[in-house]
């Protein structure tokens, strides 16, 4: 009795102060015309990375400036709670413009605006995302290299920072990865969805994995501690401590800001960039750059910082904004995955339900697994489509040459599980779920979400007007290239298919979405158009990386901003072509190569 009495008042103390810990040491001085060799804007998982690193060498002074607020708390700690974020103050509060092949909520015209999740705060979508780590396939980043001319980024090239970012591998530092683990709970829906992919779709079940498979069924790795609360970028690089026993974020060369929001980049006669304007509360001003300013702003906001400054398309100059350096692809080839679904009732308690049972907070206290440790996203399948989609030997215009792309072998489409009733926009906006699912109004219900892991459609970022606070215009075109039409229709189908398997018989209810009365291909359409949404931290593509006959490519392989001196991107916005699926462990591996990088060109190593 003592022995229980005693381990459980231990866990408790481990989980509070895990949970209330230390937060990352942030600067309240005032930064005006301060100078540093490094800026970085932009504190989400690459800005941390590149802090951490480039602060390993004492001499070098390095600037970090977030936008956001701390990532204290528990909200910050659990995973599952990540899943209610869009409800928080911490997200930028974005929309894109009518989405014209998107229909309208209860009604029959197009034109559908979407909020896009995009989390503010240090640490950035890290923080607050799923915590699903995988690697994408190898061949993407074989893709990268020998079809989109990215020298260098080829997947023997990105390994070893792979496997730095997990701690491993020669490259690894005792300060600075993320700690990964399985996933500690999978629910009985979660194990029956495995057999069912297995079952409808003939693929093998593969267990854990790190890199998607071309073809199979398992569970992606997740970004978590040994006590199951999330490993965001904050903690995985700013708040461990080095072999010298000090933590990153104390590091005296290591300045970090937050509420400081960068709005343009000064760019000097000789068109190099050596400061950066910036508002931090009532105040502006402009801190210095005495060696590079590396923007990691992220997808949509990098793009709108640079075109601000007068870098990108020449239509910066509708806004009022002389055009100092032309790059017609800045806010250019935006890509993402488009995704559906189908909902179908369940004989189960939904995730939402479980996690509020005292047995979960009995089954956490105890460290067994427990609902708690959920992020609500218990398998994936990946699979191709077989949709034909024109000439297989099709050629990609890339500049001043026509690169042909070889014949695809990776998995085009994605099938998740989710163990709760997912708010398409058919039924209803996301904070109505939320608060639904708060006050256990939710149906019991599970998710199977249909995504386009190779869209073809192609959309953009604009700049408003001058001022940079204003948001952007976001076009993302979802569904604009017939083609992908043709993969979520066929999408919509295997995704029923595999809810209507055998092994879902003991626990599969009525078709909730799209309802037993959609059937022909015209009706899966019209349910496609009316339900399609963003799906969570797969934006990329805005400033992306290409050869130098790739007139659309923004920065080289050196992440350089082409005709720009002393200025890097490092960001998912770089990315030239989607991952499979989600992207956060490529932009850890960009930002572990790019800072290697910086660290050859200065000899910092």
Same mark, same amino acid.
């Given at each position: 009795?003592?022995?229980?009495?005693?381990?459980?008042?231990?866990?408790?103390?481990?989980?509070?102060?895990?949970?209330?810990?230390?937060?990352?040491?942030?600067?309240?001085?005032?930064?005006?015309?301060?100078?540093?060799?490094?800026?970085?804007?932009?504190?989400?998982?690459?800005?941390?990375?590149?802090?951490?690193?480039?602060?390993?060498?004492?001499?070098?002074?390095?600037?970090?400036?977030?936008?956001?607020?701390?990532?204290?708390?528990?909200?910050?700690?659990?995973?599952?709670?990540?899943?209610?974020?869009?409800?928080?103050?911490?997200?930028?509060?974005?929309?894109?413009?009518?989405?014209?092949?998107?229909?309208?909520?209860?009604?029959?015209?197009?034109?559908?605006?979407?909020?896009?999740?995009?989390?503010?705060?240090?640490?950035?979508?890290?923080?607050?995302?799923?915590?699903?780590?995988?690697?994408?396939?190898?061949?993407?980043?074989?893709?990268?290299?020998?079809?989109?001319?990215?020298?260098?980024?080829?997947?023997?090239?990105?390994?070893?920072?792979?496997?730095?970012?997990?701690?491993?591998?020669?490259?690894?530092?005792?300060?600075?990865?993320?700690?990964?683990?399985?996933?500690?709970?999978?629910?009985?829906?979660?194990?029956?969805?495995?057999?069912?992919?297995?079952?409808?779709?003939?693929?093998?079940?593969?267990?854990?994995?790190?890199?998607?498979?071309?073809?199979?069924?398992?569970?992606?790795?997740?970004?978590?501690?040994?006590?199951?609360?999330?490993?965001?970028?904050?903690?995985?690089?700013?708040?461990?401590?080095?072999?010298?026993?000090?933590?990153?974020?104390?590091?005296?060369?290591?300045?970090?800001?937050?509420?400081?929001?960068?709005?343009?980049?000064?760019?000097?006669?000789?068109? *190099?960039? %050596?400061?950066?304007?910036?508002?931090?509360? &009532? /105040? +502006?001003?402009?801190?210095? @750059?005495?060696?590079?300013?590396? !923007?990691?702003?992220?997808?949509?906001?990098?793009?709108?910082?640079?075109?601000?400054?007068?870098?990108?398309?020449?239509?910066?100059?509708?806004?009022?904004?002389?055009?100092?350096?032309?790059?017609?692809?800045?806010?250019?080839?935006?890509?993402?995955?488009?995704?559906?679904?189908?909902?179908? *009732?369940? %004989?189960?308690?939904?995730?939402?339900?479980? &996690? /509020? +049972?005292?047995?979960?907070? @009995?089954?956490?206290?105890?460290? !067994?697994?427990?609902?708690?440790?959920?992020?609500?996203?218990?398998?994936?399948?990946?699979?191709?489509?077989?949709?034909?989609?024109?000439?297989?030997?099709?050629?990609?215009?890339?500049?001043?040459?026509?690169?042909?792309?070889?014949?695809?072998?990776?998995?085009?489409?994605?099938?998740?599980?989710?163990?709760?009733?997912?708010?398409?926009?058919?039924?209803?906006?996301?904070?109505?779920?939320?608060?639904?699912?708060?006050?256990?109004?939710?149906?019991?219900?599970?998710?199977?979400?249909?995504?386009?892991?190779?869209?073809?459609?192609?959309?953009?970022?604009?700049?408003?007007?001058?001022?940079?606070?204003?948001?952007?215009?976001?076009?993302?075109?979802?569904?604009?290239?017939?083609?992908?039409?043709?993969?979520?229709?066929?999408?919509?189908?295997?995704?029923?298919?595999?809810?209507?398997?055998?092994?879902?018989?003991?626990?599969?209810?009525?078709?909730?979405?799209?309802?037993?009365?959609?059937?022909?291909?015209?009706?899966?359409?019209?349910?496609?158009?009316?339900?399609?949404?963003?799906?969570?931290?797969?934006?990329?593509?805005?400033?992306?990386?290409?050869?130098?006959?790739?007139?659309?490519?923004?920065?080289?392989?050196?992440?350089?901003?082409?005709?720009?001196?002393?200025?890097?991107?490092?960001?998912?916005?770089?990315?030239?072509?989607?991952?499979?699926?989600?992207?956060?462990?490529?932009?850890?591996?960009?930002?572990?190569?790019?800072?290697?990088?910086?660290?050859?060109?200065?000899?910092?190593?």
């Amino acid at each position: 009795m003592l022995l229980g009495i005693a381990f459980l008042v231990w866990r408790y103390c481990r989980i509070y102060g895990a949970i209330c810990a230390d937060s990352c040491a942030v600067s309240n001085q005032d930064l005006e015309d301060k100078k540093y060799d490094f800026v970085i804007v932009g504190g989400g998982t690459a800005g941390c990375i590149l802090a951490s690193r480039l602060s390993e060498h004492r001499g070098t002074t390095v600037l970090l400036l977030e936008a956001g607020k701390k990532d204290d708390g528990a909200f910050f700690r659990f995973s599952i709670l990540g899943a209610t974020f869009m409800s928080t103050p911490h997200h930028w509060n974005l929309y894109t413009q009518p989405e014209q092949e998107l229909i309208q909520t209860d009604a029959k015209s197009r034109g559908r605006v979407l909020i896009q999740c995009r989390a503010k705060c240090l640490g950035g979508c890290s923080s607050l995302n799923l915590a699903i780590w995988h690697r994408g396939n190898t061949q993407d980043y074989d893709y990268w290299e020998s079809e989109l001319g990215c020298k260098g980024w080829g997947w023997k090239n990105l390994q070893p920072y792979f496997d730095k970012c997990e701690g491993k591998g020669y490259l690894k530092r005792a300060s600075g990865f993320f700690s990964t683990s399985t996933q500690m709970y999978v629910s009985k829906v979660g194990r029956l969805f495995e057999k069912a992919c297995a079952q409808a779709l003939k693929i093998p079940i593969v267990g854990d994995f790190l890199q998607a498979p071309m073809s199979g069924v398992g569970r992606p790795y997740n970004m978590v501690f040994e006590d199951g609360l999330r490993c965001n970028a904050v903690r995985a690089y700013l708040t461990r401590r080095g072999s010298d026993g000090v933590r990153v974020c104390d590091r005296p060369n290591l300045t970090i800001a937050t509420g400081v929001r960068v709005s343009k980049l000064v760019m000097e006669r000789n068109k *190099e960039i %050596k400061s950066v304007f910036f508002v931090r509360g &009532v /105040k +502006s001003g402009t801190v210095h @750059a005495s060696r590079e300013v590396l !923007l990691c702003a992220g997808t949509i906001h990098s793009p709108l910082i640079l075109m601000n400054s007068g870098i990108g398309p020449k239509e910066v100059e509708d806004c009022f904004i002389r055009s100092r350096a032309e790059l017609p692809g800045v806010g250019r080839n935006l890509r993402d995955f488009v995704s559906s679904g189908v909902v179908y *009732e369940c %004989k189960l308690p939904s995730i939402d339900k479980c &996690v /509020k +049972s005292p047995a979960s907070l @009995a089954t956490y206290a105890l460290g !067994l697994s427990s609902p708690l440790l959920s992020n609500t996203m218990e398998g994936f399948a990946f699979t191709k489509s077989n949709v034909y989609s024109g000439d297989e030997s099709k050629t990609e215009s890339t500049g001043s040459i026509k690169r042909r792309l070889i014949k695809d072998e990776r998995p085009d489409l994605m099938f998740s599980l989710q163990s709760a009733r997912f708010p398409f926009a058919c039924v209803g906006s996301y904070t109505d779920c939320i608060s639904d699912s708060q006050s256990g109004e939710l149906p019991n219900a599970m998710t199977i979400h249909a995504t386009l892991l190779r869209p073809q459609s192609k959309g953009s970022v604009r700049i408003r007007c001058a001022n940079a606070f204003n948001s952007p215009l976001i076009f993302h075109n979802y569904l604009s290239d017939s083609v992908d039409m043709k993969h979520m229709i066929a999408a919509i189908k295997r995704a029923r298919k595999i809810v209507q398997s055998s092994a879902f018989d003991d626990v599969r209810g009525k078709e909730v979405l799209p309802g037993p009365s959609v059937q022909t291909d015209e009706e899966i359409e019209d349910y496609i158009r009316k339900s399609s949404c963003h799906f969570f931290g797969t934006l990329v593509g805005t400033c992306k990386m290409g050869a130098a006959d790739d007139e659309n490519a923004v920065v080289d392989c050196q992440l350089r901003v082409r005709k720009v001196g002393r200025l890097r991107v490092v960001d998912a916005s770089v990315i030239p072509a989607p991952v499979s699926g989600f992207n956060h462990a490529t932009v850890a591996a960009i930002a572990e190569k790019a800072a290697d990088l910086i660290k050859e060109e200065y000899k910092l190593i």
